[in-house]
């Protein structure tokens, strides 16, 4: 506000008529501090040197340049000022023009009556009073607005913990210009040691940090603002407040300022509690992330752990066998699944292929894949070489509570191969079919004697129900013998189910589909040589994102020059 000595309102006259220039000046010199002016452009001198005025008396009629004129070019400059304009004439243009132009608040003829002018120079006052208030209240608003604006802006830019409290001491130091800041953030009822600092270059700078230990605690006990303004024996400001979010203490902020020609004010002081809250929820999304990135980082080494656990669990290789050949593989969804395989040779003789899926995905299915493989390897070797379907029973009764009791179920092939006979039993719980087919009959192509007739593969389509979904397990079991060249091959549905690329024949764009067993009898058509690695490979490669775990198991019966 303009105020001159005693907290006075300024208030310049001018008049080119001396007389009536000290009769203004006396008028009004015990109420404001009064500057005098005989012309226009002296009376623009004076306010380059003395800054704004509250009210401003102008005659209109005077050399050079004219009320009117002089008013109109302190507008810009002084919007706020209240602008009177005093004339010997009543020319209704030159009222327009001081109006339009000057923005005069008030237009008085000459001869003026004193009491009438006092009255007029009260409500100018008043006026210019009421709105220098709303003004600089508008000006702060704004200047809060903004600074609160650029505050929240800073502290978005980052969610990690550390650069946050960096950020924070870095744009309230600056928004605030404080000589230093610090903030040391708090963990269960104490400060850490380490301490982030802005302005921390100059010695006086270090000085403040090396003493603020006293204050931060104070602080961190009371949970208190603490402010501490400069006066001229000790130019020193201070301020330490805590940051909380719902009670919760975060950190301890401390600004510093020396020798400042405008030390905080009260609304500085406010605007830094707003923005404070800010700082504190921005700090608590940053320690929450942190804490976030940390737990994830935790789980991914739990599960990188739990995986080469889980491949350790399946067959990593199995013995040669004269007359057969045995693949499998396994490629979970995530790091750890529920598709499990098993390849075990009985003393007796016998081979034992098994191929299972647990219903879900992740660490519950991976959990119930690793009972299933211990409880099956425990059937499997008995002294005496079980049935298929009893080693299914014995798995369901050992497995359903558990199952049942976590909404989960397993759907598995297993099967024994003799190769003294080629026999093959095998039962199935709620799997898809195993595929038989010779892989002989499938080379033969053109040689065929029918070669009009498709090579299509045997459907196992004998099975009963999943394991986990009734007490007693419901099904029986079949057999088959295996010829030289034939190929027992069973999937879990993640192959089946995976989307592949299908060419079209008529040039339009190709579509997406799910690649069921028609199609993975395409692809396994496709292959010289049975390669399981190969096959998954070419599904894969269409399949850019994996929707569920892939297991794949195969016995051939090799040809032979004795067979």
Not at 77 to 106: C, H, M, W
Not at 288 to 300: I, K, P
Not at 335 to 355: R, S
Not at 375 to 382: A, D, I, P, Q, T
Request: aromatic share 8%; with cysteine.
């Amino acid at each position: 506000m303009s105020r001159g000595d005693g907290r006075k309102l300024k208030l310049m006259v001018v008049d080119d008529e001396p007389d009536n220039l000290d009769l203004l000046f006396r008028t009004f010199r015990r109420d404001f501090q009064v500057f005098k002016a005989d012309s226009a452009l002296k009376a623009l001198q004076i306010l380059d040197d003395e800054g704004e005025m509250a009210v401003i008396i102008s005659d209109q009629r005077m050399p050079e340049m004219n009320g009117t004129e002089f008013l109109g070019k302190t507008v810009e400059r002084f919007p706020d000022t209240i602008r009177i304009l005093l004339t010997g004439y009543t020319d209704v243009e030159d009222l327009v023009e001081a109006i339009n132009s000057g923005q005069v608040f008030k237009y008085i003829t000459k001869p003026w009556n004193p009491e009438e002018l006092k009255s007029v120079i009260q409500q100018a006052s008043e006026t210019y009073k009421f709105f220098k208030q709303r003004t600089n209240t508008l000006r702060r608003a704004l200047r809060r607005e903004s600074l609160y604006n650029d505050v929240v802006s800073a502290l978005r830019e980052s969610l990690d913990y550390s650069s946050m409290l960096q950020t924070i001491v870095r744009t309230l130091g600056e928004t605030f210009n404080a000589t230093g800041c610090c903030i040391r953030s708090a963990e269960t009822g104490k400060l850490s040691a380490q301490t982030f600092s802005y302005g921390g270059e100059t010695e006086n700078v270090q000085t403040w940090l090396s003493q603020l230990e006293t204050s931060m605690q104070g602080v961190l006990e009371s949970r208190e603002i603490e402010i501490q303004q400069g006066e001229n024996s000790n130019p020193v400001s201070q301020i330490v407040l805590p940051l909380t979010y719902q009670h919760d203490l975060l950190a301890v902020l401390a600004l510093y300022q020396e020798n400042s020609s405008s030390p905080w004010s009260e609304d500085d002081i406010q605007l830094l509690e707003v923005v404070s809250e800010q700082a504190s929820l921005a700090l608590s999304q940053a320690k929450l992330y942190q804490r976030t990135v940390e737990l994830a980082e935790q789980m991914q080494n739990e599960l990188k752990v739990a995986s080469q656990i889980q491949n350790n669990l399946l067959r990593q290789s199995w013995p040669e066998f004269e007359t057969l050949r045995v693949q499998a593989c396994c490629h979970p969804a995530r790091e750890v699944g529920g598709d499990f395989f098993e390849v075990f040779t009985h003393p007796q003789g016998d081979i034992w292929v098994g191929l299972g899926d647990v219903s879900g995905k992740g660490v519950p299915a991976a959990l119930f894949m690793a009972s299933a493989i211990s409880v099956m390897r425990r059937e499997l070797s008995v002294e005496t070489s079980p049935e298929p379907d009893q080693v299914m029973q014995n798995l369901n009764s050992i497995l359903s509570d558990d199952l049942v009791s976590n909404n989960h179920f397993i759907t598995m092939v297993v099967a024994r191969y003799t190769p003294s006979t080629g026999y093959l039993a095998y039962a199935n719980a709620g799997h898809i079919y195993p595929l038989v087919w010779s892989r002989l009959e499938s080379n033969l192509g053109e040689n065929h004697p029918n070669p009009s007739v498709p090579v299509e593969p045997l459907f196992l389509k004998t099975r009963g129900i999943p394991l986990g979904i009734l007490p007693v397990w419901r099904g029986k079991g079949d057999s088959l013998t295996l010829n030289p060249g034939d190929i027992f091959l069973v999937t879990s549905d993640g192959i089946t189910e995976a989307t592949v690329v299908q060419e079209t024949t008529d040039g339009s764009p190709a579509i997406r589909s799910m690649l069921q067993q028609e199609g993975l009898w395409k692809l396994l058509q496709q292959q010289e040589k049975l390669n399981l690695d190969g096959l998954l490979a070419a599904i894969r490669e269409h399949n850019p994102v994996q929707e569920d775990d892939q297991t794949i198991l195969s016995l051939e019966v090799l040809l032979t020059d004795e067979n």
